[in-house]
Structure formats: structure tokens, C-alpha cells
């Protein structure tokens, strides 16, 4: 995790044994979720460090995670065609979605996030 404006390192979040591509920070800012190739994905508390999760069940790489706007929910996408979806609890998968072709999650800014990140021209 860097800091942009010095461009120092914060904190090196180590326990995925593959390669990371996708990470999502909590609309909140207080977690950060992390994709790899190991299958996995992990819930991280930016605060200490720590590993608050690891969730597993995809059976090839996980390519993109992403928090729901109100961040109860965590969606994540796999090389093994499905998506699943996650309750804030992290504790047993939601909803499964099982589709070919399925190659990433995303989710939409929220008002407010427009408005902070200039994406909304203010009144």
C-alpha cells in the first residue's frame, strides 16, 4: 500500500502465494480485498495489517474483486467461469454465478465518491 503524495511504501500485506491482479479498496477505506492467482481472496484491515479473511472456493485464479457500494457484500471473479458473491461476514459464499465467459466484476461510484474524485461538477 503506497502513499501517492510522498510515494512511500505503508505497508506490505504478505500471505497470497501467487500473484495479486486485482484489489478493492472497502467504500469505507477501512479494508482492502485482494485477488491472485492462488485462488484465494483476502480481506485486509489497512489499519494494522492484518489478514481479516481468507476466502476460498474458486477453483482457478481470482481476477477481480469488488466491494458493493454500501460495503456489506464483496464480488469476486474467477478463470473458472463463475462468480461469486460474499456478505460482509466473509463466511460462506452468498450467491454463485455460473456462467461461461465470465471475466470480472466492477462496481459503479456513488454519488458521493463522484463528487470526491471530480467526476460530478459541484453546484
Known amino acids: ?5 510522498s510515494g ?5 500485506l504478505q500471505g497470497h502465494t501467487d500473484s495479486v491482479g486485482s484489489v478493492a479498496f472497502s467504500p469505507d477505506g477501512i479494508r482492502l480485498a485482494t485477488a ?4 484465494t481472496v483476502r ?3 489497512l489499519a494494522s495489517g492484518q489478514a481479516l479473511q481468507v476466502l476460498q472456493g474458486h477453483t482457478d485464479s481470482v481476477w477481480s474483486v469488488a466491494f458493493s457500494p454500501d460495503g456489506t457484500r464483496l464480488a469476486t471473479a474467477s478463470g473458472d467461469e463463475t462468480a461469486r458473491v460474499w456478505p460482509g461476514s466473509y463466511e460462506a459464499i452468498l450467491r454463485l454465478i455460473n456462467e461461461e465467459k465470465i471475466r470480472g ?5 456513488t ?3 463522484r463528487r470526491i474524485y471530480g467526476f460530478v ?3
Open 111 to 113: 454519488d458521493k465518491e
Open 121 to 123: 461538477k459541484r453546484k
Open 36 to 39: 491472485s492467482d492462488d485462488k
Open 105 to 109: 466484476v466492477v462496481r459503479q461510484l
Open 43 to 45: 480481506v485486509w484491515d
Open 1 to 5: 500500500v503506497w502513499d501517492l503524495a
Open 8 to 12: 512511500q511504501a505503508l505497508q506490505v
